[in-house]
């Protein structure tokens, strides 16, 4: 089955600084690779999602790029602010299974 | 309000009970999940169905069992034999396709076996 690695496990940064998370997969068939973001205590929500025959999407801070080659694909925060603390996961699926990595920590300090 | 819901938010057991989580979704989607979320492990999906009247084992199925009688309802039973249940578990749902598309979560329900 796909297996998803996703790094770095927590990550601190400065309001206003960028934050990328990096995520590998293993089954060359997944075709779409959403991210979501888990705030304390809810259930995770949908940010971005890509698929598999595009290489960069953007939404206002936040973007994701996909390296199909690789295997591998990122989410990116700029300008990033307080309320982008959270818990953020990416996710590999092909049909009707998502695969999620473990999860990255994102702090923001003020 | 179109949305999932989950309950109980918290439930405790006792060892060697069966406990059943309940979740409705009001967004007539066909497709139910339910994923178990533990520290450090991301989500691991535990059944999914997609349509009534029919299930398949996600990756951790074994000490779970779930029904599926109507499209609004997919409950979640941790029997006597999941060896470590305690955990958060997590309902979702979406529209299947082709392909897979977003995923809708409830806000989860935490279980501790005392």
């Known amino acids: 089955g796909e297996n998803v690695e996703q790094h770095p496990s927590t990550l601190s940064v400065q309001e206003g600084d960028s934050a990328v998370i990096k995520c590998t997969y293993s089954d060359s068939a997944s075709n779409y690779f959403p991210w979501y973001k888990q705030e304390l205590g809810k259930g995770p929500q949908l940010i971005i999602d890509?698929?598999?025959?595009?290489g960069e999407k953007k939404d206002q801070r936040i973007a994701v790029t996909l390296n199909k080659t690789a295997k591998h694909f990122s989410l990116h925060i700029t300008e990033t602010q307080p309320e982008d603390s959270a818990v953020y996961f990416c996710a590999a699926s092909y049909y009707y299974k998502l695969s999620f990595g473990a999860g990255t920590t994102v702090t923001v300090r003020a | 309000d179109g949305g999932i819901t989950q309950s109980p938010k918290y439930l405790f057991r006792k060892e060697g009970q069966n406990v059943t989580l309940s979740c409705e979704q009001n967004?007539?989607?066909?497709?139910m999940y339910w994923y178990r979320q533990d520290p450090g492990q991301g989500l691991r999906l535990i059944y999914y169905?997609?349509?009534?009247?029919?299930?398949q084992k996600g990756d951790i199925a074994e000490g779970y069992s779930v029904s599926r009688e109507k499209k609004e309802s997919f409950p979640l039973t941790v029997t006597s034999a999941q060896k470590n249940p305690t955990a958060f578990y997590l309902c979702?749902?979406?529209?299947?396709?082709?392909?897979?598309?977003?995923?809708?979560f409830g806000e989860g329900s935490r279980l501790t076996v005392l």
């Open positions: 890509i698929r598999s025959n595009v």
């Open positions: 169905s997609q349509i009534v009247n029919d299930f």
């Open positions: 967004l007539n989607h066909d497709a």
């Open positions: 979702a749902s979406s529209i299947p396709g082709i392909s897979t598309g977003e995923l809708f």
